[in-house]
């Protein structure tokens, strides 16, 4: 199939934008895309990761515990990935969460946040410690979003979809930090799905600028004074980048720009004093970003509101019923031989351990904390959650082989060894994967059917 050619019209704006350059740039969108996998701190496998993935290359130089990855690589496909031990994006992507520079106890907001890269790299930095919240408007993506936190064994993340406006009506000067990875006209994906490249509009960029703006201010009214801002997109043109950050900055001027430098490896950074930078595939080693750091140095102009009460403990916001805290107690003094997560709260029937949370009232939430279980009649059930969570709970495990740990993850039925009997978690390579119940000599599998391998 013949890769389609980019619209004249893409391509007079382009040879505009960079000049003697622009023929470098065509030249590179030409070539294979890039794609990386980035390893998660909390789930190391018992062995290197390179002897278990095929396909790691070097490492992504502005991402921790990143390395790019072949895209004949079958990392996807592999049973560590879903076991949560890495998360497959690309490259330039993971340079927003780290410019952001989280810090553990800090309260975070992604606010456009499905599928999840950026998220659990945020949740990675906060080390457990904190508040993240993680919004995605559109249910079906915050969804996937609220899974991949799963997978990945977060404990600290709440999961909303909410439309950015109606969160700042309710959580003003709130948050620490807050990433934006707006919605965009998505030039910067042209060479990882050519196929957009018909799509084109010139007219999208003025379009997607509005949008971006209003996400933009509805994230500063959420932002305390001294916070941190990152706006990103994946596209080239000035009007959703650039004058983006422009016109906030007219709005508001005691937004400050934050500089930084970006290595991109072999000794070479790029610089930007103004706390904006652009990642151009004829540059560096990835497809096409945009990022902005931005501090929120006093009164913006938006600020008529008082600041948001302090975060609560989850058992303010929802307490566990009695009947929930004593199943749930029941469950580990059978069960487990270490301390297990304390339960604090309830989202319906779920128990949970959360971290601190913003008022909740009004807002869909999906996810707060991890999930524990539910009571089942009179006995608690685990939740999926509870056997990702990181670190491991300290529940009975059984390791499987590579072909036994492929057969739980389609659902199927394993033999039980000898003694193991009851709830407990089938691992591999040191990782869970998922419960069991072993009763009559079979691990009755507990995967989730919605997860299941085909």
């Known amino acids: 199939m013949t890769t389609p050619d980019f619209p004249v019209a893409y391509r007079h704006r382009i040879a505009l934008q960079l000049g003697d350059s622009a023929q470098a740039y065509f030249d590179a969108m030409d070539a294979l895309p890039l794609r990386g996998l980035r390893q998660n701190p909390f789930k190391p496998p018992d062995i290197p990761l390179e002897t278990l993935v095929d396909g790691l290359g070097e490492t992504v130089p502005w991402a921790a515990s990143a390395r790019y990855l072949s895209m004949s690589s079958t990392a996807g496909a592999h049973a560590l990935h879903e076991a949560g031990a890495y998360y497959i994006q690309e490259p330039s992507a993971m340079l927003p969460a780290t410019l952001l520079a989280v810090k553990p106890g800090e309260t975070v907001l992604d606010l456009c946040a499905a599928p999840g890269g950026k998220s659990t790299q945020l949740a990675a930095a906060m080390a457990g410690v904190g508040t993240l919240v993680c919004n995605e408007p559109v249910p079906s993506r915050a969804a996937i979003l609220s899974r991949n936190l799963e997978r990945m064994g977060v404990t600290n993340a709440v999961v909303v979809s909410m439309d950015p406006s109606r969160l700042a009506e309710r959580w003003p000067l709130l948050f620490d930090a807050i990433l934006v ?130 975060l609560t403990p989850a058992s303010a916001v929802a307490a566990p019923t009695a009947a929930q805290t004593d199943g749930y107690s029941a469950f580990c003094q059978t069960y487990a031989h270490g301390a297990m997560p304390t339960p604090n709260a309830a989202l319906g029937e779920a128990l949970l351990a959360a971290p601190p949370l913003p008022p909740l009232s009004g807002v869909k939430v999906l996810r707060a904390g991890l999930t524990l279980g539910q009571l089942k009649g009179k006995v608690f059930a685990p939740d999926h959650a509870l056997s990702m969570a990181a670190p491991m709970p300290p529940l009975p495990t059984v390791s499987l082989d590579t072909a036994q740990a492929v057969r739980f993850q389609r659902g199927e039925v394993l033999p039980a060894p000898a003694g193991v009997r009851g709830y407990g978690i089938a691992a591999y390579r040191g990782l869970a994967l998922g419960f069991f119940k072993a009763s009559e000599g079979q691990l009755k599998n507990h995967y989730p059917k919605g997860l299941r391998r085909p």
């Open 181 to 310: 990875d707006a919605p965009c006209s998505g030039e910067g994906m042209f060479r990882r799905h050519p196929e957009t490249r018909l799509e084109w509009d010139a007219c999208a960029p003025s379009r997607c600028a509005a949008r971006q703006l209003h996400i933009c201010e509805s994230a500063l009214a959420m932002l305390k004074v001294g916070g941190r801002l990152c706006y990103s997109t994946c596209t080239f043109n000035e009007v959703e980048n650039e004058h983006v950050i422009a016109a906030l900055r007219k709005a508001h001027p005691a937004l400050m720009p934050l500089p930084y430098s970006v290595s991109i490896g072999h000794g070479k950074a790029l610089s930007a004093q103004d706390g904006q930078v652009r990642l151009y595939p004829h540059e560096i080693a990835g497809e096409g970003h945009f990022a902005a750091l931005l501090q929120k140095t006093g009164a913006t102009g938006t600020q008529a509101c008082k600041p948001c009460s302090l």
